[in-house]
Every structure is written in structure tokens, then in C-alpha cells.
């Protein structure tokens, strides 16, 4: 038993470390190939060949950042059968068709136009070469759409049904999958937070041009592009965020209380602004969650249902089993207790249904199914041993969602006079500080990127699928030590890329200063 | 459409991407090249040849474990989750790949490029040695149990366990390595027969080197006659109409003799690999060799996955207990899934089409130094 927790802490770690990695560049391939492909179209409208180098430099900035994707991405598909086996079968007839999907209509398409991107543009025509670089935004962003649909199902499974004589879980309807209200919010809420972290990129590094005062035409005309992409990508982003919050009240609810810190909720619940957890704090000690706060009254009943008045439920609220209903009523469902119980007596159930399909008897069989049919909703609990196991890491995920809050708030501001100063106060662009603002952006939108990840992962905890499969039972059949082998190898490897890739860019960023961006070949 | 119907198409597609793949191994075959030949020049050119296709093995890797995952779940979950180390090391390769092309010659590349190409001779000499030992699997086993009734074990819920070896019984068994050391001198090949089609350059002479066809060639020929003897003696697991699994000796003779249109494009498939290897090696002008090694190697390799799935036999053998064995019918998604994913599979001629059409338009003339001190973006 102590060798299976420590299989599962080192799985999860190790995958936690190589999505977070992901992470790290992929937001940036997203932005730029929009930003790229946008300072494409206008070198093509308007033959302007200083569009042209313009492009060129950032496109190259971009296939730097993008070998780092792939590379990240590669171990992260293949890791869900490695560390998470039983994973891979009890949910593998759902998951994997987006996987898959992802593959046929969105790596091919994304390999195949980037060659055309970087070594096409004397053997294609000016047209076919920028709808190359399109066709490479587009794969871009169908790959980040099915590999969100997959997550946003394991944030929500829908179109699913337990089928007792293949232990394990069968999709039942595609649509309900690809459709799922989390997967089309999630889906727009990372893609628009990759343009903002584009946008900031290319306004820091256009304003460390512009410190230098090089390529100053370049830098200028870079830089409003990058702004106009970054706020629009944090407006998106903003209002997805709150269609974010919405769904996560609906199906998520332990989450939502984790990101508040919220055991006991109320009507007109109010959201805390920010604040510093009690870390002594477990439920039903009577102690107060949060020590000190600044907080927004009704805020959090605004944000999570609309209405003002509505009631969020606590921790131990939904401990006890008072939740929200699909129509904003408190409503009594079955207490985290009743639902071990419950999720038990289903998996029982499900034994008696093997042993008696072994022996045949089908009376027997049936009488087990209709039994696990009508416990199977909280199936996933009959693995936990108390109650308390079912809450997610309390202190990660409200302080990760007040980080990329925050940032994201400042981020609008930062946008906003971005494009301000571009425009109408143009004097401002030879400020230093005003440089050095746009340029600590940078490793600042990165922190607030990886925040909202670390919400939606940790917030899930312990569940890998929401309700249905939590981590313990979803593992593959390896030692801990093998794991944690696997997890220092990557967290060397991919530290070290890292390293490389920053080395790459800033030296390929700092070369920039010496050359005309605009005409590269004088 | 029936179950079993969609089970054999989609072991069909799994054959196409796994030829493909093996087809596409010539880039890391090339790699495993880059130091035999002492011209940085030539060099380069090798690298940046390979690297305008270095995606496309990536991906179609990428889309062949998302398809298996999709179609055959149970083969995932057993084979990822239990040759651990095996499918480890492959992956660690084609990262280490995946940033080897972009970084190598960059301003700033710290790690130098010698670096670089070491990790791309490293891809090109693993990659292709684990991957043929990965597919050496399909036939000759592995060490794994499977019962899915553990799942209800909260103590020990994994379903699939494997031997405490994780995957190093596969990479020590001979007859994997077997056809590992197949896959790499056929990669090895291919790549002499690509460098020759797409690299025009008669100062280097090295790359486009005819002998090197011949040599590795040689090797591939010997290799894969005496994986074929191998093959075709061994024994296997075949599933019984009652579910039972059965040992059958020579099962993959019998399978190949069973359809004689098999038999057939196994043959002809090596016949067009072997005329490439001999026409390109004994011809000083002849330069179109890689496409008939490349459509061979697909046929043989689509029917080397027909002779260890069709048939009703066991895809992955175990060796531990006969009944775990993993056919098409015991690990498939179900029929709703099957019948999704043949919808999506429709996409698929659209694809081959535009990579086609790319491919075509980018290697229409072959690459020179002069094109490459011209171009804005190298590796």
C-alpha cells in the first residue's frame, strides 16, 4: 500500500512537471502564430517588404519557442498509458478518440505547413505561403481544441456509460464530448490566454528594441500588433474566465470552494479579493479559514451563479451534502459519507456481477447491473477511505487563482495603455521605465498562465476524472522507484531545454539589435 | 457497421500508420549518417534535408500511439503502462530529437552543435533499434498479466502488471533486437537512397554515396531473411471462437500462406526493396530508388502487422499467462467508439493529399549549398 501512494505521488508530480513544461511554451506557440500570421497578411496586402523582415523575425523567435513544444508534448500523450494505465482502459473508449483526433486533423496539418512556413517562401507563391502560415495558426489551434476537449472531459465526463462486462467506461454519445460547455469555454479561455502571453512577448521584447533604439520603426509597429492581439486576447480571456467560474459552480463545486477557501458558504457569499489562508485550518474545527481578507461582498455569488443572492456552498457544506442545483436552488444531495457508502456498494455490485457472469448465471447478472446501474454516480467515492480525501489542496489553488486573477487584471490596464500610448502619447515610447514596465511583463504573464493551469489540475485533486476516477485507482503497475528515475530524468532534460531555449532567444532577441529587423539581407 | 467488422479496418489503419512510420524512419536512419562523413558542409546539407521532413515521423509516432489509444485502448494501457522502460527510452530520444534540427546551429545554442547531433545520432540509433524491438512485441510477447476485475481492488487496483523487468525482457530478448537492428539498417538504407534523390551536390560525394546503399543494404538483407526464418518458425497465440486462447506453432506461416494476396504483396513488396538497393547501388545516374524502397517497405510492413493481428491472433503474446494475450476483439474500444473514429478516418485521404502536394512542391528540385546559403531559415 505505501509503494501505491508513493507510485501515485510520483506520477502525479512527474506529470504535473511535464505539463507544466508544456505549459511553458505552448501559450507562446499559440500567440505568436497569430501575431505571425497577422503581420503576414499585411506584408501581402500591402507588398510592403519591411512587413516582410518584420515577419521573419518573428517567425524566427517563434520556431524556436516551438521545437520546445513539441519536444514537451510528446511525452505528455504517451504518459497517460506509462503512468496512468488503468486510467487508459477505465476511461481510454472517451479519451482517446480526441487524442487521436488531435493527431489526424492537427499535428499533420501543423507539420506539414510550418515546412512551408520556414522554407517555402521562394518555392510558393506569396499567396499559398501566407495560407500556409494561417493553415499553421488553424492546426495550432485544433490541436489546443481537442486536446481541451479531452481535459475539459475529465473535468466534467459526459456522454459516457458503465458497461459492467468490460469493467470499464463507453461513450455513448461524441457530441455530448466534443460539445461539452466546459470543453468550449476551456477552450477559448487557453487559446485567448495564449494571445495575450503573445501580445506581452512581443510588446517587452518591441520595447527592449526600443531601449536600445534599434529598429525603432520596427519595434513601434511591432508592438501595436502585439497590443491589439494582447487585448483582445485578455478581453476573451476575462469573459471566459467568468463563463469559467460559472461552469466550475455547476460541477465543480468542491473546487470552487477550494479557490475561495469557503467551508461554510451563505447567500450573497462574498469573494475574497485577496487574502491569507489559515493553514491550521481542517473542517469542522470551528477555526477561521481565512485570517486576513479583503473581499468584494457578494462577489462570489456574482461570479459563480449571477445573482447577487444566490447561495455558494462551502467545504463542508458539500461534506454534509447541501449543493446548488442546475437552477441556482440549495438543494440536500447525499453526504460525502452516504457517498462512500454508496460508491462501495456499487463496486460490490460490480463484483457480484463478475462472479456471477464467471458461473453463469445470468439471473444473477442482471439483478447485479440493475444495482450497480442505480449506485454507479458515485462508483469513483468507493475508492476514498473518509470524506476529508475528497478536497483538493486548498492552499494552491486560492492562492494560484488570486496570482493569475491579479495578473490578468493588470494585464487589461497594461493593454490598454499599451495601445494608448502607441497611438496618442507616442512620447511615452521613449521612456525607459515605460520600457521596463513592458519588458517585467514578460515573466509575469508566464506566472499568471501557469496559475490558471495549476486552478484546474490541483482544484480536480484528488479526482483524475471529476467524480468517477480519483488518482489512486487510475495507475499503472510500476515501482515508486521507477518513477521517480522517470521524474528527475525530465525535470533535468527539460530544465536544460529550458536553459537552451532562453540562451537561443535572448542571444537571437539581442542579435536583433545589431541588424535591420526590417531588411535583414542589407 | 458490426463490431468485428470495424475492429479488423481499424487494425488496417494501425498497419498504414505503422508502415508509414517505418517508411519515415529513413530521417532518423539519416541521422545515425551525419558522422560518416568528416565535411561540415556536407554535413549541413545531410541536416537540413532531413530536417524539412523531420516533423512528419514525429507526428505520424504521435498519431499512431493516439490511433492505437483510440482503437485498442487495452493494448495502451498493458503495453505503455508495462514495457515502461522500453516506451521510456524511445520517448526520451525523440525529445531529445525535437529540439536537435531548431537549436544546433542557433546563436546562443550553449550545448554546442556537436551536441546536437550526437542527440540526433542517438535518436537515429535508438529511435529505430526500440521501435523495431517495440513492434517485436506483437509477436513474441511479453511478460504481463491482465485482469480487469482488479479494478475494484482499492489495495491494488491495476488492472495490467508486468514483469519487475518493465520492459528491459523485451530489449534483451534477441529476437526483438532482432528486428530492431532490421528497422535501423533499413532506415540506414532509405536514407542513403533520399540523400541521393534529394541532394545535388557532386562536391559531396560522401553523402550521395552509392556504396553506403550497398552496405547497408547488405545488412538490412541479411537481417530481415533471418527475422523472416525467425518469424515464420515461431510460435503464437490465437483466440478461440469460445474466447480461450490457444498456442499454434508456426502461426505466421500459416497466416501468411492462409491469403495468398498476402503472401503476394509480402513479396513484391521486398522485390521493389531489394531493386531499389541494387539498381540505385550499381547505377551511377539512377536516383529514383527511395520510392520503391519506400513502397515496398510500407507493403511489407502493413502485412507484417496483417500476419500478428488478423486471424484472431494475439497481437501481444503474453508470456506470463497465455489467457491475458491481447487480440482484436478483446481490446478494442467499443463498437460507438469504432464507428466515431471510422467517421474522422474519412479525413485521412484529404491529408496524405496535402502532405503530397507539399512534399512534391518542396523537393521538386534537390537541395544544393548554394540553395542553402541562400535561405534565411537552416538548421
Redesign the interface.
Known amino acids: 500500500m505505501n509503494d501505491l501512494m508513493n507510485v501515485v505521488d510520483w506520477s502525479r508530480a512527474q506529470f504535473a512537471l511535464t505539463a507544466m513544461y508544456h505549459w511553458l511554451f505552448v501559450p507562446l506557440t499559440i500567440g505568436l502564430s497569430l501575431i505571425i500570421a497577422i503581420m503576414e497578411t499585411i506584408y501581402v496586402r500591402t507588398r510592403d517588404e519591411r512587413w516582410k523582415g518584420i515577419t521573419k523575425f518573428w517567425m524566427t523567435l517563434f520556431g524556436i519557442n516551438f521545437a520546445c513544444g513539441v519536444a514537451t508534448g510528446l511525452i505528455l500523450e504517451f504518459e497517460f498509458g506509462t503512468n496512468w494505465s488503468n486510467y487508459s482502459w477505465f476511461v481510454g473508449d472517451i479519451f482517446g478518440a480526441p487524442l487521436a483526433i488531435e493527431g489526424i486533423l492537427a499535428f499533420f496539418m501543423e507539420s506539414t505547413f510550418i515546412a512551408v512556413m520556414f522554407f517555402g517562401w521562394k518555392k510558393f507563391s506569396r499567396g499559398f505561403h501566407l495560407a500556409a502560415t494561417w493553415l499553421t495558426a488553424l492546426g495550432i489551434c485544433l490541436s489546443a481544441l481537442w486536446i481541451l476537449i479531452a481535459n475539459a472531459w475529465m473535468q466534467n465526463p459526459v456522454g459516457m456509460e458503465f458497461d459492467p462486462s468490460q469493467m470499464r467506461n463507453v461513450m455513448d454519445d461524441f457530441w455530448a464530448v466534443a460539445l461539452n460547455p466546459v470543453a468550449i469555454n476551456k477552450f477559448f479561455h487557453a487559446v485567448t490566454s495564449g494571445w495575450t502571453l503573445g501580445g506581452v512577448f512581443v510588446v517587452g521584447v518591441s520595447s527592449w528594441l526600443l531601449w536600445r533604439k534599434s529598429n525603432i520603426v520596427a519595434a513601434r509597429k511591432s508592438m501595436k500588433v502585439g497590443a491589439w492581439v494582447g487585448l483582445a486576447g485578455i478581453i476573451l480571456t476575462i469573459w471566459t474566465g467568468d463563463g469559467s467560474a460559472v461552469q466550475v459552480a455547476k460541477v465543480q463545486p468542491m473546487k470552487l470552494a477550494a479557490m475561495e477557501g469557503l467551508y461554510r458558504g451563505k447567500c450573497g457569499q462574498e469573494l475574497v479579493g485577496f487574502g491569507l489562508l489559515n493553514t491550521d485550518k481542517r473542517p469542522y474545527d470551528g477555526q477561521d479559514a481565512i485570517n486576513y481578507e479583503i473581499s468584494i461582498p457578494k462577489g462570489l455569488s456574482i461570479l459563480a451563479n449571477h445573482d447577487a443572492n444566490s447561495f455558494v456552498p462551502g467545504i463542508e457544506d458539500l461534506l454534509d451534502g447541501i449543493s446548488v442545483d442546475a437552477n441556482g436552488d440549495t438543494i440536500n444531495t447525499i453526504s460525502y459519507a452516504e457517498r462512500i457508502t454508496i460508491g462501495r456498494e456499487a463496486q460490490d455490485a460490480l463484483r457480484a456481477y463478475n462472479e456471477a457472469e464467471q458461473r453463469g448465471d445470468r439471473q444473477a447478472m442482471d439483478s447485479a447491473a440493475t444495482l450497480l446501474k442505480e449506485k454507479y454516480e458515485f462508483f469513483g467515492y468507493g475508492y476514498l477511505d473518509s470524506p476529508e480525501q475528497a478536497i483538493p489542496p486548498v492552499a494552491l489553488t486560492f492562492y494560484s487563482f488570486r496570482i493569475m486573477v491579479i495578473i490578468g487584471g493588470y494585464l487589461l490596464a497594461f493593454f490598454a495603455a499599451i495601445l494608448l500610448i502607441s497611438y496618442r502619447r507616442t512620447h511615452f515610447l521613449e521612456k525607459s521605465w515605460i520600457h521596463w514596465i513592458a519588458i517585467l511583463s514578460i515573466p509575469l504573464v508566464w506566472v499568471c498562465s501557469q496559475a490558471g493551469w495549476i486552478v484546474a489540475e490541483v482544484g480536480r485533486q484528488p479526482w483524475t476524472i471529476q467524480d468517477v476516477l480519483p488518482v489512486n485507482a487510475a495507475i499503472s503497475d510500476i515501482s515508486s522507484t521507477s518513477v521517480q528515475i522517470t521524474f528527475w530524468m525530465f525535470a533535468v532534460l527539460f530544465t536544460l531545454l529550458l536553459i537552451a531555449e532562453i540562451s537561443i532567444m535572448l542571444r537571437q532577441i539581442g542579435k536583433s539589435a545589431k541588424t535591420n529587423i526590417e531588411n535583414p539581407d542589407k | 457497421m458490426e463490431l468485428a467488422t470495424l475492429q479488423q479496418y481499424w487494425w488496417l489503419i494501425i498497419s498504414v500508420l505503422g508502415a508509414l512510420l517505418v517508411f519515415m524512419l529513413f530521417i532518423q536512419g539519416g541521422q545515425s549518417l551525419l558522422y560518416c562523413t568528416r565535411s561540415e558542409a556536407a554535413r549541413q546539407l545531410m541536416v537540413n534535408s532531413l530536417g524539412?521532413?523531420w516533423?512528419?515521423t514525429?507526428?505520424i509516432?504521435?498519431?499512431f500511439?493516439?490511433?492505437f489509444?483510440?482503437?485498442f485502448?487495452?493494448f495502451?494501457?498493458?503495453?505503455?503502462?508495462?514495457a515502461?522502460?522500453l516506451?521510456?527510452l524511445i520517448?526520451?530520444s525523440?525529445?531529445?530529437q525535437?529540439?536537435s534540427?531548431?537549436?544546433r546551429r542557433?546563436?546562443?545554442?550553449?550545448?554546442g552543435t556537436a551536441t546536437y547531433d550526437i542527440f540526433l545520432m542517438a535518436n537515429g540509433l535508438v529511435g529505430c533499434i526500440l521501435l523495431g524491438v517495440a513492434v517485436g512485441t506483437f509477436f513474441f510477447g511479453g511478460e504481463f498479466t491482465v485482469a480487469?476485475?482488479n479494478?475494484?481492488n482499492?489495495?491494488?487496483?491495476?488492472?495490467?502488471?508486468?514483469s519487475?523487468s518493465?520492459g528491459w525482457d523485451a530489449i534483451t530478448d534477441w529476437r526483438c533486437l532482432l528486428l530492431g537492428l532490421t528497422v535501423f539498417f533499413l532506415a540506414r538504407t532509405q536514407a542513403s537512397l533520399y540523400f541521393i534523390n534529394n541532394i545535388s551536390d557532386a562536391r559531396h560525394e560522401g553523402v550521395t554515396s552509392r556504396i553506403k546503399v550497398l552496405f547497408n543494404g547488405g545488412f538490412f538483407a541479411i537481417l530481415f531473411i533471418c527475422f523472416v526464418l525467425v518469424l515464420l518458425t515461431s510460435q503464437g497465440v490465437r483466440q478461440q471462437p469460445d474466447g480461450t486462447m490457444v498456442q499454434v506453432q508456426n502461426i505466421y506461416l500459416g497466416n501468411l500462406t492462409s491469403t495468398w494476396w498476402w503472401a503476394a504483396i509480402f513479396t513484391i513488396g521486398t522485390v521493389m526493396v531489394l531493386y531499389a538497393i541494387i539498381r540505385t547501388g550499381f547505377s551511377s545516374t539512377y536516383r529514383k530508388g527511395i520510392w520503391w524502397s519506400g513502397t515496398g517497405t510500407i507493403m511489407v510492413v502493413i502485412v507484417l502487422f496483417w500476419l500478428a493481428g488478423y486471424n484472431s491472433t494475439s497481437y501481444l503474446p503474453s508470456v506470463t499467462d497465455i489467457q491475458s494475450s491481447l487480440t482484436l476483439a478483446n481490446s478494442s474500444?467499443?463498437l460507438?467508439?469504432l464507428t466515431?473514429?471510422t467517421w474522422?478516418?474519412i479525413?485521412?485521404p484529404f491529408?496524405i493529399a496535402?502532405?503530397a502536394y507539399?512534399w512534391h512542391?518542396?523537393d521538386?528540385t534537390p537541395l544544393t549549398e548554394a540553395e542553402l546559403e541562400?535561405?534565411?531559415?537552416t538548421y
Do not use: C, Q
Request: overall charge positive; glycine content about 8%; charged content about 15%.
Open positions: 524539412r521532413k516533423e512528419l514525429f507526428t509516432l504521435v498519431t500511439g493516439g490511433a489509444f483510440a482503437s485502448p487495452l495502451y494501457s498493458t503495453s505503455f503502462g508495462g515502461y522502460w516506451w521510456m520517448l526520451v525523440f525529445v531529445l525535437a529540439v534540427y531548431e537549436f542557433k546563436r546562443g545554442n550553449i550545448y480487469k476485475v479494478i475494484i482499492g489495495a491494488s487496483p491495476v488492472i495490467s502488471t508486468w519487475d518493465h474500444s467499443s460507438f467508439t466515431v473514429m474522422v478516418s479525413l485521412v491529408v496535402y502532405i507539399v512542391k518542396m521538386k541562400k535561405e534565411s531559415h
